[in-house]
Structure formats: C-alpha cells, structure tokens
C-alpha cells in the first residue's frame, strides 16, 4: 500500500504539499501551487532561453501537458531588456504563457559561456558579447530582473564553479558567498507575495561544504530549495552521492530542485534519491541534430537504417506526432524525419515535439508509479527495457545509488511489472 503524506509548507505565493511517497526509495509524489496554476511533481521543465522553446510555439508546448517552463534571466536582460519587459508587463505577456515560469539567476551564464568573467564579492563582472561594454550582474540586479521578468520561482544569484575543480579553497570560498548573495537577494526581492525566491545549495562533491551550506541555505527559510552547481563533467557515483544526501539534509516539506539535468536515466535516479524538479536544454537541443528519445534509448534518425522506417517515433506514444491521423495526430514516421532532419527545420520541430513530450510522460509515469507504491518495480522495468533485458548492461553507477535507496537492479524482484505507457 502508498502512503498518503499530509506534510505541508506554505508561503505567500506557493503551497507544497506531498501526497505520497514510496515506502522503499526516497522517492515522493506532490503537488506544487504556483500562481500560475498548479504543478504535479515529480517534473521535468522544458527550457524555452529566450521566452521560447526553439521549435515550439507556446500552444504546442502547452499540448505536451507543460505547465512550468524555464526562461534565462542573462539573456532577457539583454534582448529585450528590463526596460522593454517593464513596457509589456513580464515573460508572460512577451511569450504568450499562460503556464508557469522559472528564472535562473543569470549568474551560471557569465561563468560558463563567457571567458571574460570575474567573481567578486559585489558580483560577476564581465564584457557583453554584443559590444564588449564592461558590465556587472550583482544579487540586486540579478532579482531586480526577475521581478521584471514576473517569473513565478525566482533564483537566488550564486557563486558557480565547476564540481570538476581541483581548487578546494575556492569551492569553500564559492560556497559561503553563495549563503551571503543568498542574503542580498532577500533583501532585494520586491514581490514575495507573487514570485517565490529558491535559494542554491554550492559546495561542489565535498559532502562536508554541502552539509554546511544545507544547514545555512535552511535557516533563511526560502519556499524552496536548489541542489545547484552539478551536471559540471562531474562522475555520476559523485553526483548521487551529493543528490542523496543533500534530500536528506534539507527539510522534508520543500520543494527541491536539482539544476541542469535531463538525460531520463538521471531523473528516474535522482527521483528515488529524493528529488523532485529538474530541467534540462539537452531534449530540446539534441532534437535539432535529428536524436529521438524513446525508452529503448536515444535514436539518431539521421542513420540510413530508419529511412524505410515507417514505424512511429516511438510505438505507444501519445505526442502529437507519434499518434496516428486517426487519432488526431500527425501520424509522423521514423522514414519521415530521416528524411526531412537534414535538410528542413520541420524535423527538429517534429522532434523537439515528441522529446518534450516522452519526458513529461516520463515524469507522469514516474509519479503514478510513487502514488501506487511500485516504484522500485517500475525503475526495474524501466532499466531493462532502456539496456534491452541485458542487466549487466546497465550502468554501475544507477546500480550502486538505487541499492542505496533499498533498490537492487540486478536482483530479481517479485510482483515486478512494466507500467502502462501513456
């Protein structure tokens, strides 16, 4: 039997509230209310950058049943910039959503994309790519553009530097000027009765530099909570390992967001770690050079062998271009978006379609399966169909953080059952 949860936090504009949670794994199913509308977690959110998801116009993406999606604070700031957005009246309006949205701080773009960046104790300095004027993105600015923008989960402005770095002084360094921006940012939040302020967990894999910065991040008792700064070239027996044991640190009635991921293998792990929100631009991007999620792993269309292909993308799928003309869909085959991948836009349109799509089915199927208790039975079925049947396929590293939830993929497990397909 699941067992109902009646654990509850509510702040001026979110309610979190689990109403189950797997009685093996870390694993929990909710609801978060947003004032944009309602959202079942566990879920994925599409990244649309620019206030767009690239190939999607926003009816499309609402057709994939996404009700939250992810903007880019660094890029709006520049195009159009807070001015222009101030004139529409927010995200919303520019892009025609009627869901709701999520900002990232800015902060991770001027560490990652541009090379000429320096972190200060003020903020990140940096040169614009468009004219190379000096500029600065500190915590006030940072959420002084999310309150522009009107985003519904605002991000605290952190210190980012990758996991991968040998420099501990600096990662420690990193981590403590994440907890005082954290303080920054509250200070300069305008709107916390319409947009809630998530802070981020730093501290790179020192399991020691993430405790602390829990315990600290908790204190100032944001709505919700990020586990930031992986998805770096870090391993992945590290990254659970962080995942694992930041869910356990942080409270039990919060939401928590791990940043940056999206391979489907990484969010069915990261949820019986204890997660509950992920995004990702890799779906979307990986469409464009003609990849096809489906649960038998990822399928390059481009290949010779799908162009008499006239199968569907993926059999039993329920997206708009998966389901037959008699069912209202498209109808599209394998052979067709061999044929148009290389040569048309309609083939990473169709794609980023069906891939949206199968990682919010995924993410339906992954929460019906917590609500029925039968989680770890469906991470069973799941991974042997991804590495088809072969258990010694399957990766070390899902292996060895499911065991540590009480899951055991290469043991044989009764009453194991393939869940429907949506």
């Known amino acids: ?27 929990r199913a909710s609801v978060l209310k947003l004032p944009h509308g309602p959202v079942s977690l566990p879920i994925f959110q599409p990244v649309a950058t620019q206030a767009s998801l690239k ?29 222009a957005l101030e ?23 001027m560490v990652s994309l541009l090379k000429l960046a320096k972190v200060t104790e003020e903020g990140v300095r940096f040169l614009s790519p468009h004219d190379g004027t000096p500029m600065l993105l500190t915590p006030e600015h940072s959420i002084s553009l999310q309150n522009t923008i009107g985003s519904d989960i605002i991000m605290q402005l952190d210190d980012v530097i990758a996991t991968t770095s040998p420099d501990k002084a600096r990662m420690k360094e990193a981590m403590e000027r994440s907890i005082r921006w954290l303080d920054r940012c509250i200070t300069a939040h305008k709107h916390p ?37 992986l998805s770096g070239g870090e391993a992945k027996d590290a990254y659970c390992k962080v ?36 995004d990702c631009v890799w779906p979307t991007r990986t469409a464009r050079f003609g990849n096809a999620i489906t649960s038998s792993g990822n399928l390059n269309l481009r290949h010779a062998s799908f162009a008499a292909d006239f199968s569907p993308i993926e059999p039993d799928c329920t997206c708009t271009c998966c389901r037959p003309v008699s069912d209202g869909g498209l109808g599209i085959t394998r052979a067709f978006i061999h044929h148009v991948a290389a040569k ?48 010694t396929k399957i990766p070390s590293w899902a292996v060895t953080a499911l065991r540590s939830v009480g899951v055991d993929l290469l043991g044989e497990l009764e009453g194991s059952q393939v869940p429907n397909r949506e």
């Not at 004139?87 to 773009?109: C, E, P, R, V, Y």
């Not at 995942?243 to 069915?268: A, F, H, I, S």
Request: with cysteine; glycine share 10%.
């Open 55 to 83: 190939g999607l116009t926003p009816e499309q993406l609402a057709q994939t049943g996404c009700n939250l999606c992810l903007n880019n604070t660094y890029h709006l700031g520049l195009k159009p910039g807070q001015e």
């Open 193 to 229: 009765d319409r947009q809630n302020l998530f802070c981020i967990i730093q501290g790179g894999l020192d399991l020691e530099l993430r405790k602390i910065c829990c315990e600290e991040m908790t204190r100032r008792d944001t709505p919700g909570i990020a586990i930031g700064g």
């Open 87 to 109: 004139k529409i009246g927010g995200a919303h309006k520019l892009q025609g959503w009627k869901g709701n949205i999520l900002t990232d701080s800015g902060g991770f773009q």
């Open 243 to 278: 995942v694992e044991n930041c869910t356990t640190w942080l409270p039990q009635n919060k939401p928590r967001y791990v940043m940056g991921v999206g391979y489907p293998e990484d969010l069915v792990v990261s949820v019986a770690l204890g997660a509950d929100m992920f």
């Open 344 to 391: 048309e836009t309609a083939g990473a349109h169709l794609l980023t379609m069906h891939n949206v799509h199968y990682l919010l089915a995924l993410m339906r199927r992954v929460r019906a399966a917590i609500v029925e208790d039968r989680y770890p039975a469906f991470l069973h079925a799941y991974f042997r169909k991804l590495y088809g049947g072969d258990i």
């Open 1 to 27: 039997m699941w067992r109902a949860m009646s654990t509850i936090f509510e702040s001026p504009a979110l309610t979190f509230e689990i109403v189950a949670k797997c009685s093996t794994t870390k694993a």
